[in-house]
């Protein structure tokens, strides 16, 4: 599943994260090093999904209807989507609330020239423009030109030549968006005793699911 298109399912209630997950517990450095990866495209894990229309209690205020049909219940991987629906959207998911999420990733700048990821720190970026909120670029808030012409400088060449790699690096963010999760899904047959069998497997091993296990859910 693409990574927009697991936020659009949260946004639409059609991926939901079970109460019996643990609490948003991931530090800032977490987040940054799961964007740097994403950036480098480097392997970032999957996500186990519960396709049913019997799901068990839900995070968040939002209720299950039967009208709804089948959903997804995230197993695993609520971490990192937690994550980037916060770095992507700017705002808490609605499975939580802002007193919930202890550890706010939010206001992780990149430099735009080199792809360095850092937190806000005053004497480094405030008067270099080469720092931008990555949440305001996925937003395409943020224009490569503009950023050139602050930076001044002198000829033509290295003008549209640091225009071009400024570009590029932004281009590597919004791109993120379109990046897989592979994802592993739990059918609906399965009974929540059994779907939270696997979950509980998945995070006490930390590896991937075989298709032979993931079949004993059948």
């Known amino acids: 599943m693409k ?6 399912k949260m946004d639409e209630f059609q991926l939901y994260v079970p109460a019996f997950q643990r ?11 799961l964007l740097d990866s994403l950036i480098k495209e480097y392997p970032t894990g999957t996500m186990l999904t519960w396709e049913t229309n019997n799901p068990p209690e839900l995070k968040g205020p939002k ?5 709804q049909g089948a959903v997804r219940i995230l197993l695993d991987g609520q971490q990192r989507l937690t994550t980037l629906y916060m770095l992507i959207r700017g705002e808490i998911p609605p499975y939580y609330t802002a007193a919930e999420i202890v550890r706010d990733p939010r206001g992780l700048y990149v430099n735009v020239e080199n792809l360095e990821l850092g937190y806000f720190r005053k004497t480094i970026m405030e008067n270099d423009p080469r720092w931008q909120n990555i949440t305001e670029i996925f937003q395409k808030k943020v224009k ?28 590597k ?26 979950f509980y497997k998945v995070n006490a091993s930390g590896v991937s699911l075989t298709d032979a296990e993931l079949a004993l859910a059948q």
């Open 23 to 33: 609490e948003y517990v991931w530090k800032r450095d977490d987040a940054k090093q």
């Open 144 to 171: 490569a030109r503009e950023i050139i012409k602050a930076l001044g400088g002198s000829g033509v060449d290295r003008f549209y030549e640091r225009w071009d790699l400024i570009d590029e690096n932004m281009k």
């Open 173 to 198: 963010i919004e791109n993120i968006l379109d990046r897989e999760f592979p994802e592993q899904t739990i059918p609906t047959k399965a009974t929540v005793r059994e779907a939270i069998d696997i």
């Open 3 to 8: 990574i927009s298109m697991a936020l659009d």
């Open 63 to 67: 209720k299950y209807d039967e009208k």
